[in-house]
C-alpha cells in the first residue's frame, strides 16, 4: 500500500504563502523537513473561496406539484433587460465573480504580488479567457503606449532594425495556439507540500490564439548570420530587465513576434503591447513588452538563466536552459477541494499538453495507477497545445484516488512522482511534470495526496 501524505483542516487563504527568505533557502539548499512542514501548513491554509461551485451543486427538491423555478415564470421572463449600451466591454455574469486567478505573494522575492493562479478547476474546454490568464511578473507589470514603443533586432545581422507597432502589424501575420506553462508549475509538489487545489497546483499555465509575425521573417529581414548565429537574446522592457536564451533553431521553428491574444490586443499584464511566443518552452522565455532581439554565437547566461530557473539535482550541480515543458496532464474536475454530491456517473475532465507536440493519448486510473482505462481526447489536438479529455465514471460511493497520465507523439509517458524523483531528486523547484492524484473520500470530499 503506497504511503499518503495528506493536508489538513482547510482554512482562510493568507496574506502571503511564503517569505521570500525561505524561497531564497529553498534555492540555495532544497527542500527539507522543516521547511516542507512550514510549505505544507501555508499552503493548507489556502480556503474553500476558489473551489469550484459547480461540483458542490445541491439535488432539487421536487416535489408532487413540481419545480417552481420552470412552473412560475421570473420577473426577468416577464420585463425589459439591460440595452447593450449599459457595457461597452462585455463582463461576466455577477453569478461567477468567485471565477477568478488567485495571488500568491509570497512565492517570489518581491514585496508586491507577481504571481496568480488560473481557476482551472473552473474552465472549459482548451482556451484560457483573457481576463483569467496566469501572471508571473519579476518587477511588476506595466502598461506601455504602443506608438512610443520599439522593437530592435541587431548582433549578427547584416542590418539592424527598429521596428514601430506600426511596422510590425503590416506585415503577414499567423494566428495559433498554444499553451504556456510556467516553469515553477506544480513546484510545490516536489517537497510533499499538497496545496488543496488544481488552481494553485497547476493554475501557472493557460492557452490562447496567439496572433503575430513569425520571428523567422524579421531576423531573415535583418540578414542574421546564418553560419554563427547560434542563438538569440530576447529582452523585456520592464523594470527587471528580464532576458532569456533561445536556441536559433526554435527561434526559426514556430516563435511568434506577438501582439494579439483571443482575438484582441495583448493585456498589459501580458506583455502588451508586444510579446514573445516561444512555443513549448517555459513561460519566463516568453518575454513580455519584448524591446530587443540580439543575434549571438553562444548562450548569453543572463541572471535569470544562471541563478533563477534552474534546477537543483541530487547531487549539488544546477541544471541550466532545461526549457521544453515535458509531457503532462491534470485532472481538473473533479479535483482538489470539490465534493462529489451522491453516488452515480459524474465526467472525469482535465487538461494534458506537451511541449514537444501534440498529444497523442491520456490514461484515467480511479484507484491511484492500478489500472489504466483510455481516456476520450476532444478536438482539436493541436501541436504544443493544451488538449481536453473526457472519462466516464460511476462512482460507488467507496475511497477513489483519480490520476490521468498522457503519453505525446515523440513516445514521452508522463512520469510518477518516485520515478521523477529518483532522477531528480527532491530538492528542485522547476519543471515536475509527474502525475498528480486526488483521492476521494467516502464523504465525496477530493483533497490532494501524494502516492510515493
Known amino acids: 500500500m503506497r504511503e499518503l501524505h495528506q493536508p489538513g483542516q482547510l482554512h482562510p487563504a493568507p496574506e502571503n504563502f511564503i517569505a521570500p527568505s ?11 523537513a522543516q521547511r516542507r512542514t512550514f510549505l505544507r501548513q501555508s499552503f493548507l491554509a489556502a480556503g474553500t473561496v476558489m473551489l469550484a461551485g459547480r461540483a458542490h451543486s445541491q ?8 419545480d417552481p423555478a420552470i412552473l412560475n415564470l421570473p420577473p426577468h421572463s416577464t420585463s425589459l433587460g439591460n440595452p447593450v449600451a449599459s457595457s461597452p466591454y462585455g463582463q461576466p455574469s455577477r453569478y461567477e465573480a468567485n471565477l477568478q486567478r488567485r495571488e500568491s505573494p509570497g512565492l517570489t522575492r518581491v514585496g508586491a504580488a507577481s504571481v496568480s493562479f488560473s ?8 482556451i484560457t479567457a483573457n481576463g483569467l490568464h496566469f501572471e508571473r511578473h519579476h518587477q511588476g507589470w506595466v502598461d506601455i ?15 539592424a532594425r527598429v521596428f514601430s507597432m506600426d511596422d510590425l502589424m503590416r506585415l503577414p501575420s499567423v494566428s495559433r495556439m498554444h499553451f504556456i506553462e510556467c516553469g515553477a508549475n506544480t513546484g510545490m509538489e516536489w517537497g510533499n507540500v499538497a496545496v488543496p487545489t488544481v488552481q494553485y497546483t497547476h493554475g501557472m499555465m493557460s492557452c490562447c490564439e496567439f496572433t503575430g509575425v513569425p520571428l523567422s521573417l524579421l531576423l ?9 548565429g547560434k542563438f538569440i537574446l530576447a529582452e523585456g522592457a520592464d523594470g527587471s530587465g528580464m532576458t532569456r536564451t533561445i536556441p536559433i533553431d526554435i527561434a526559426l521553428d514556430d516563435v511568434l513576434v506577438a501582439y494579439g491574444m483571443n482575438g484582441e490586443m495583448l493585456r498589459p499584464e501580458n506583455g502588451y503591447p508586444l510579446r514573445l511566443v516561444v512555443p513549448g518552452v517555459q513561460g519566463v522565455s516568453w518575454v513580455k513588452w519584448l524591446r530587443r532581439i540580439e543575434v549571438g554565437d553562444q548562450p548569453y547566461a543572463t541572471k535569470d538563466e544562471t541563478l533563477h530557473y534552474v534546477d537543483l539535482m541530487p547531487d549539488g550541480q544546477q541544471r541550466q536552459y532545461t526549457s521544453i515543458q515535458e509531457c503532462k496532464s491534470v485532472i481538473t474536475t473533479p479535483s482538489g477541494g470539490q465534493t462529489l454530491v451522491g453516488q452515480g456517473f459524474f465526467n472525469i475532465s482535465g487538461l494534458a499538453w506537451s511541449g514537444r507536440g501534440k498529444i497523442r493519448r491520456v490514461d484515467v486510473s480511479v484507484d491511484g495507477g492500478r489500472n489504466w482505462r483510455t481516456a476520450r481526447l476532444e478536438s482539436p489536438v493541436l501541436s504544443k497545445c493544451l488538449t481536453r479529455f473526457n472519462f466516464p465514471w460511476t462512482w460507488d460511493g467507496k475511497p477513489a484516488i483519480l490520476q490521468s497520465r498522457a503519453i505525446d507523439d515523440s513516445g514521452a509517458v508522463q512520469p510518477r512522482l518516485n520515478q521523477l524523483r529518483a532522477v531528480r531528486g527532491a530538492k528542485s523547484i522547476y519543471h515536475n511534470n509527474a502525475i498528480q492524484s486526488w483521492q476521494v ?12
Do not use: W
Open 22 to 32: 525561505l524561497l531564497d533557502d529553498i534555492t540555495k539548499h532544497g527542500l527539507d
Open 59 to 66: 439535488a432539487i427538491d421536487q416535489s408532487a406539484e413540481g
Open 119 to 126: 481557476p482551472l478547476q473552473g474552465m472549459f474546454g482548451i
Open 145 to 159: 503606449d504602443p506608438s512610443q514603443h520599439r522593437l530592435m533586432i541587431n548582433g549578427l545581422v547584416k542590418q
Open 220 to 228: 531573415e529581414h535583418c540578414g542574421y548570420d546564418k553560419k554563427n
Open 441 to 452: 473520500g467516502i464523504n465525496g470530499e477530493l483533497r490532494n495526496v501524494h502516492l510515493e
